[in-house]
C-alpha cells in the first residue's frame, strides 16, 4: 500500500494530468501555434513535458539514493523536439505522458515510506528551491504538479488565441 505522502502526491498529480489533458483536448489543428510570437507552439510544450528522447522519468526516480546521488541537468529553455515529435499527433503525446505518470506511481507506490527520503542532485531546483538535493516526493510535487500545471497553462492561452473555448 502506498504511504500517504504518495497518495497526495499522486491526488495532485492525477488533477495536473487531467487539466493537462483538458487543455491539450483539440489542439491537433493548432500545434504549430503559440498564444505569442517568440513564445513555445503547443507541439514543443508537449514535447518539453516529455523530456529529451530517450529519457524515462521512471528510470530516472528509481536512481535516487542515499549516497552517491545521481544527477539529472534540466534545461528548462528545451524543448526536446525530434523528428517523430514533429509527426505526433494530440493522442500520442498524452498517451507518452500518461504512460511517463503511470510508470512513475507504479514504481513510488510500491516503496515503503523511508525510500522516499532517497534524494537527486537537480541543479537548476537550486534556484528556487535553495538546495539542489531533492527527495522523491519533492520532485513528484514539482515535476508533476507544478511543472504540468504551468504547461497546461501554456496550452490554455494557445486555445484562447486559437479561438478553441476555455477547457473546463
Known amino acids: 500500500m502506498a504511504a500517504t505522502p504518495v497518495v497526495e502526491l499522486k491526488a495532485r498529480a492525477d488533477a495536473a494530468l487531467a487539466n493537462l489533458t483538458r487543455q491539450a483536448e483539440g489542439l491537433d489543428r493548432y ?9 513555445w507552439t503547443a507541439r514543443e510544450v508537449l514535447s ?15 536512481s535516487f539514493a542515499i549516497n552517491d546521488l545521481p544527477v539529472l541537468d534540466l534545461d528548462p529553455g528545451q ?9 505526433m499527433a494530440v493522442r500520442d503525446f498524452m498517451a507518452a505522458l500518461e504512460e511517463q505518470h503511470r510508470s ?10 523511508a525510500d522516499l527520503e532517497r534524494k537527486a542532485r537537480i541543479p537548476v531546483f537550486k ?8 527527495t522523491i516526493p519533492v520532485y513528484l510535487g514539482a515535476m508533476f504538479d507544478y511543472h504540468w500545471n504551468d504547461h497546461a497553462g501554456q496550452l490554455a492561452k494557445i486555445r484562447k488565441a486559437v479561438g478553441l473555448p476555455s477547457a473546463r
Open 31 to 39: 500545434l504549430e501555434r503559440s498564444d505569442a510570437p517568440g513564445e
Open 79 to 87: 524543448h526536446y523536439m525530434t523528428d517523430d515529435r514533429r509527426r
Open 104 to 113: 512513475v506511481f507504479a514504481y513510488v507506490e510500491s516503496l515503503p515510506e
Open 48 to 62: 518539453h513535458l516529455l523530456g529529451a528522447a530517450g529519457w524515462h522519468a521512471a528510470s530516472f526516480v528509481r
Open 127 to 134: 534556484t528556487f528551491m535553495g538546495t539542489d538535493e531533492i
